[in-house]
T-cell receptor, first 117, second 114 residues
Framework: AQKITQTQPGMFVQEKEAVTLDCTYD???????LFWYKQPSSGEMIFLIY??????QNATEGRYSLNFQKARKSANLVISASQLGDSAMYFC??????????????FGKGTTLSVSS | DGGITQSPKYLFRKEGQNVTLSCEQN?????MYWYRQDPGQGLRLIYY???????QKGDIAEGYSVSREKKESFPLTVTSAQKNPTAFYLC?????????????FGNGTRLTVT
């Protein structure tokens, strides 16, 4: 079974609109961390936001926020006020046993976001 | 500036040849990782190393080998045993000091084998 599932291969949004990228995860660990990365067409991977399994508040970083629903095992990325530069592929990733630093991240297959003017 | 350098950006090889992808970091990070990215597949873990002279296989290690003789360097060799080596390869590192430390990635090497 996949550990990270991103069900939207592609999403389309207009500038200034908000968009939600879905991510569900599967783990039996109580301690884990969830990450979102952005990959523009250049190929670099840009870290966006992190949510720990014990964090009570949803994480926010500028225009990015994470809608964390632990019981449903979902960690959706919300991008507010989309910009043309947000067009990229977005990956959700998980680290199980977060208290053991150096554990590898497991990635989903990604969602391609296209922002139009 | 600190960062991760992968070279070369594009690499072309003939089938049956081994090829080594370079990854160097000057972030003083202990842990380093190699991922492979194929279209529609996301990133899949090949090998990772948490400390010098030690490394572990990831999900798709067959046909690959690594070494970690220095903290700064984690080269990946794609051997002729790898059945489908054409892909985008990403190297990453992290300091491992805290549970929420993100991976820092290089800009990747696109390998084409014909």
């Amino acid at each position: 079974a996949q550990k990270i599932t991103q069900t939207q291969p592609g999403m389309f949004v207009q500038e200034k609109e908000a968009v939600t990228l879905d991510c569900t995860y599967d783990t039996s660990d109580q301690s884990y961390g969830l990450f979102w990365y952005k990959q523009p067409s250049s190929g670099e991977m840009i870290f966006l936001i992190y949510q720990g399994s014990y964090d009570e508040q949803n994480a926010t970083e500028g225009r990015y926020s994470l809608n964390f629903q632990k019981a449903r095992k979902s960690a959706n990325l919300v991008i507010s006020a989309s910009q043309l530069g947000d067009s990229a592929m977005y990956f959700c990733a998980m680290r199980e046993g977060w208290d053991q630093a150096g554990t590898a991240l497991i990635f989903g297959k990604g969602t391609t976001l296209s922002v139009s003017s | 500036d600190g960062g991760i350098t992968q070279s070369p950006k594009y690499l072309f090889r003939k089938e049956g040849q081994n090829v080594t992808l370079s990854c160097e970091q000057n972030l003083n990070h202990d842990a380093m990782y190699w991922y492979r990215q194929d279209p529609g597949q996301g990133l899949r873990l090949i090998y990772y190393s948490q400390i010098v002279n030690d490394f572990q296989k990831g999900d798709i290690a067959e046909g690959y080998s690594v070494s970690r003789e220095k903290k700064e360097s984690f080269p990946l060799t794609v051997t002729s045993a790898q059945k489908n080596p054409t892909a985008f390869y990403l190297c990453a590192s992290e300091d491992g000091s805290s549970y929420n430390s993100p991976l820092h990635f290089g800009n990747g090497t696109r390998l084409t084998v014909t």
